[in-house]
């Protein structure tokens, strides 16, 4: 048996990991780590160590003192900025005698700073929406006038490092946009990109020295709370679906050696269609699963577990297929303080009543 630590403990993109891993049959000892006690007194992990945010400067020391004391075999982290920081300390780690399975730190540096993303993908011919990068009121107005869709609108976001949408904003309303950079304090740190439509997928994928381990699709239906923000997204999916797209595959795989030419680890692709029906990458969640990842380990495929065995055993898995393995049209359906729900689409009628009209 192996000792593993997972960052962010009691978050639900850490927990989906954790709960994946406890259904090894190795019967592995998962321990969590995480910055908010709150969250990681509700974690399934064995025992739960308080660390600082990733940025303070007490978060190193903590780090290495957690690891020699508890000596690990592994450590996983499932936040961008934890991520970056674990990954300037990966020697350090590693002198604790913990494993990290991770890219390089320039592959990271790429992928949680968007707009670096963006520029590789223009470069290499990936099919991207236009960006252009905010310093200052002339770069907006200048976004406006060369981006705006038909209604005038252009999608504002931050392309510093975090998730959930973050500073997501489609807008026409230029005053408005100037109040939201300053909001941020952003300049210099959003982007303005031309709109895509509501659609979006996921390509989860488990990479080992450029090679393909693994890999699934997922679209995402609908936002958790979406209509309590001004972009419609969370980042927090409310509903999601497997599903297989031959184009879809072919994008991803792109984006991916685009920014890595040996790719190594953990690469998810988010995907936005546009209005001619191709997905663009829009950011790359690098080094980390996505929060819905349970929903896999229920249907069949346990990335987490694979990944674990591949970075402590060198164990690879058997599969049938590599690439979306398990079947179309299973949905995940989840919602606060409930339970989440796997079904398959032609299940959905027989779970509901519908009375019909009273008229």
Same mark, same amino acid.
């Given at each position: 048996m192996a000792k593993v630590i997972i960052a962010g403990a009691g978050g639900a993109p850490s927990e989906g990991v954790i709960r994946s891993m406890l259904r090894c049959e190795r019967g592995d000892t998962i321990l969590g780590m995480g910055s908010e006690p709150t969250d990681l007194a509700l974690s399934a992990a064995e025992r739960r160590y308080v660390v600082p945010y990733a940025e303070a400067p007490e978060y190193r020391g903590r780090l290495l003192q957690? !690891?020699?004391?508890?000596?690990?075999?592994?450590?996983?982290?499932q936040?961008?900025?934890?991520?970056?920081? +674990?990954?300037? !300390?990966r020697s350090e780690i590693a002198s604790c005698g913990v494993r990290t399975y991770m890219p390089s730190h320039q592959t990271i540096d790429i992928c949680v700073h968007k707009h670096l993303s963006y520029l590789r993908w223009r470069a290499a011919g990936v099919r991207v929406p236009d960006n252009i990068l905010i310093q200052d009121a002339t770069d907006l107005r200048k976004a406006f006038e060369q981006l705006g869709d038909q209604s005038g609108r252009i999608w504002l976001r931050a392309t510093s490092i975090g998730g959930g949408g973050k500073g997501a904003l489609p807008t026409a309303d230029f005053d408005f946009a100037r109040a939201w950079i300053d909001h941020y304090r952003g300049w210099g740190q959003f982007s303005a990109a031309s709109m895509l439509t509501p659609d979006s997928v996921t390509w989860q994928s488990i990479w080992h020295e450029g090679e393909l381990v693994v890999a699934q699709t997922r679209k995402r239906l609908g936002w958790t709370h979406g209509n309590r923000t001004l972009? $419609?997204?969370? $980042?927090?999916?409310?509903?999601?679906?497997?599903?297989?797209?031959?184009?879809?595959?072919?994008?991803? %795989?792109?984006s991916i050696l685009a920014i890595d030419a040996k790719p190594h680890g953990i690469f998810g692709v988010d995907m936005t269609y546009d209005t001619q029906g191709i997905p663009?990458?829009?950011?790359?969640?690098?080094?980390?699963?996505?929060?819905?990842? !349970?929903? &896999?380990?229920? +249907?069949? !495929?346990? %990335?987490?577990?694979? &990944?674990?065995?591949? +970075?402590?055993?060198?164990? &690879?898995p058997v599969l049938e297929k590599r690439i979306n393995p398990l079947p179309e049209g299973l949905l995940w359906l989840r919602g606060m303080d409930t339970t989440p729900k796997l079904v398959a689409e032609a299940e959905m009628n027989g779970l509901l009543i519908d009375l019909g009209s009273n008229e």
């Open positions: 957690i !690891l020699k004391t508890e000596k690990p075999e592994l450590i996983h982290f936040n961008d900025l934890e991520i970056y920081s +674990a990954s300037l !300390l972009s $419609g997204v969370t $980042g927090v999916t409310k509903v999601g679906q497997t599903c297989s797209d031959h184009e879809v595959d072919r994008v991803a %795989m792109d663009n990458p829009t950011e790359i969640n690098i080094s980390r699963f996505f929060t819905t990842i !349970l929903f &896999f380990t229920e +249907a069949g !495929l346990n %990335m987490p577990k694979i &990944f674990k065995d591949i +970075a402590l055993h060198n164990e &690879f």
